[in-house]
T-cell receptor
Framework: SAVISQKPSRDICQRGTSLTIQCQVDSQVTMMFWYRQQPGQSLTLIATANQGSEATYESGFVIDKFPISRPNLTFSTLTVSNMSPEDSSIYLC?????????????FGPGTRLTVL | EDQVTQSPEALRLQEGESSSLNCSYTVSGLRGLFWYRQDPGKGPEFLFTLYSAGEEKEKERLKATLTKKESFLHITAPKPEDSATYLCAVSGGSNYKLTFGKGTLLTVNP
């Protein structure tokens, strides 16, 4: 499976600021996704990062709050904008498996965000 | 809307004490049911994919089974290194979205 890295691994930010999280994969992948994992909650899909076009957002998530870039098949960024303490969470990127038909996803190590 | 419920929320076992974790799901047109293991401070690690009722998969001390309504993750003679949170997820319909349960926190005491 692909090797996935995320930067930063953790950060502490002030209310009202923005943070950009990077996701790098060591091979080209078709599907890239961004998830949020809040304390005591299940992983929730934020959006699908589409290469060369706008991301596809899930219900409850909007582009103004979580802008996403996908400039190529190995890299994506997620920005958490105008942060509040409620945005404190672990943010994870994932990639689709070798076969799109298999539907498997592999996850990066995550970014632990704390907003004060 | 796809839904996944995992039970129990937490499970404590003694080393060598076998048990099972449950994942109940509702999904329209199952594309796959997935089991992941997550250690503290790390991303989920893929374990298994199950595609149809009756399917079983094994990996070391773990065995996953699937029916039309639920999946079980059986842990045989667990060791302390099996301690982790085990996550279940489903994908259905025409998209690749994974819907996760809240997980089961497994602790295996030596």
């Amino acid at each position: 499976s692909a090797v996935i890295s995320q930067k930063p691994s953790r950060d502490i930010c002030q209310r009202g600021t923005s943070l950009t999280i990077q996701c790098q994969v060591d091979s080209q992948v078709t599907m890239m996704f961004w998830y949020r994992q809040q304390p005591g909650q299940s992983l929730t899909l934020i959006a699908t990062a589409n290469q060369g076009s706008e991301a596809t957002y899930e219900s409850g998530f909007v582009i103004d709050k979580f802008p996403i870039s996908r400039p190529n098949l190995t890299f994506s960024t997620l920005t958490v904008s105008n942060m509040s303490p409620e945005d404190s969470s672990i943010y994870l990127c994932s990639v689709g498996g070798a076969s799109v038909a298999s539907n498997e996803q592999f996850f990066g190590p995550g970014t632990r965000l704390t907003v004060l | 809307e796809d839904q996944v419920t995992q039970s129990p929320e937490a499970l404590r076992l003694q080393e060598g004490e076998s048990s099972s974790l449950n994942c109940s799901y509702t999904v329209s047109g199952l594309r796959g049911l997935f089991w992941y293991r997550q250690d503290p401070g790390k991303g989920p690690e893929f374990l298994f994919t199950l595609y149809s009722a009756g399917e079983e998969k094994e990996k070391e001390r773990l065995k996953a089974t699937l029916t039309k309504k639920e999946s079980f993750l059986h842990i045989t003679a667990p060791k302390p290194e099996d301690s982790a949170t085990y996550l279940c997820a489903v994908s259905g319909g025409s998209n690749y979205k994974l819907t996760f349960g809240k997980g089961t926190l497994l602790t295996v005491n030596p």
